[in-house]
């Protein structure tokens, strides 16, 4: 695996787990939870130590399956992100939202603490205040925002009095390259990470068929979906984290890691699907 710093002293690998699915889509579904606990060990022991999940994903119960999976591992050795829904981001409703996230998943503290998408309907002031809160009593290491353009990010700092926005999950692949044109230069900047979700367009980046990324993983000897991860960890301030059920797409996934394409391909390939 290789890693990115993330904060001073705080490193996280380049490629985690995603859990959308997990546990059920939008309410509980207990019956692969054991599929499912597998899956997640075998991704931790290839090195995708950074687990993401959310309150929202299976009405809670991902949570909970992730935090059977980890049970044998050593706390140090993982990097947990969870996220609070949008309609609980009312100052009160954030503190209960990771009290109860913290117990779904059997853990003290979370990592990484989320907002999952912005609300309008609540001032943004309010929420961080409510994620400074989560951090300076310990329930969350660091605190970050998800699906925040630019602006709203640069907002969303300003209300923060001794806390810095860690991170910012948004959709990002060669297929949505959105990120690039603004949201990712700031990051950089600023030293924020840039967490890279669908990474893999739902697996259709991972299928052969597409001239451009077939002959670039032909040409280093990668599959088209470890041609697409490599794209994206190649940045600067950027990891991924593709959701994987398959241990065979797991094992697959970790092979995006410890080569670089060249600058010239790597141009390329950006261009190919703008
Ligand atoms: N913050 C947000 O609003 C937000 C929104 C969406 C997603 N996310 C997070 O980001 C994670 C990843 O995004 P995602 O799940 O939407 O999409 P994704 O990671 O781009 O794609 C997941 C799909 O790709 C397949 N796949 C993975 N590796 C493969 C491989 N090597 N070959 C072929 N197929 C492969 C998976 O199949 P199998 O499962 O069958 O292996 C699954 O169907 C989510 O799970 C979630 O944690 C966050």
Redesign the pocket.
Same mark, same amino acid.
């Given at each position: 695996m290789e890693y990115k710093e993330f904060a001073k002293g705080v490193k996280i690998p380049v490629l +985690? !787990? +995603?859990?959308? +699915?997990?546990g059920g889509w939008e309410t509980p579904d207990p019956s692969r939870d054991d599929e499912s606990i597998a @899956?997640l060990r075998a991704g931790i022991e290839l090195g995708m130590t950074h687990i993401?999940? /959310?309150e929202f994903?299976a009405g809670g119960h991902c949570e909970e399956v992730v935090g059977q999976a980890i049970k044998p591992y050593d706390r140090e050795e993982l990097f947990i992100t969870t996220?609070v829904w949008h309609t609980h981001l009312r100052y009160d409703d954030v503190i209960k939202a990771i009290k109860g996230s913290l117990r779904r998943l059997g853990l003290d503290y979370v990592d990484l603490y !989320?907002v999952?998408?912005p609300n309008p309907a609540v001032p943004l002031k309010e929420t961080m205040r409510a994620m400074e809160h989560c951090a300076e009593e310990g329930y969350t290491r660091f605190i970050g925002v @998800?699906?925040f353009d630019r602006s709203l990010l640069e907002e969303a700092q300003s209300y923060l009095k001794d806390h810095r926005i860690a991170a910012n999950?948004?959709?990002y @692949?060669l297929l949505e390259q959105g990120p690039r044109e603004t949201l990712l230069p700031y990051c950089q900047r600023e030293g924020v990470m840039l967490?890279?979700?669908?990474? !893999?367009?739902?697996?259709?980046? /991972?299928?052969r068929g597409s001239p451009v990324l077939d002959g670039m993983a032909y040409k280093y000897g990668k599959?088209p +979906?470890?041609v697409a991860l490599n794209w994206l960890i190649s940045q600067d301030w950027v990891v991924?984290?593709?959701? /994987? @059920?398959?241990?065979?797409?797991?094992?697959?996934?970790v092979g995006a890691v410890g080569w670089r394409l060249s600058p010239e391909d790597w141009r390329r390939l950006g261009e190919a699907y703008r």
């Open positions: +985690g !787990l +995603g859990t959308w +699915g997990i @899956s993401d999940t /959310a994903y996220k !989320l999952h998408w @998800s699906n999950q948004v959709e @692949s967490i890279a979700y669908t990474p !893999l367009a739902k697996g259709r980046l /991972a299928m599959t +979906g470890q991924a984290i593709p959701k /994987a @059920s398959q241990i065979e797409h797991l094992k697959e996934n």
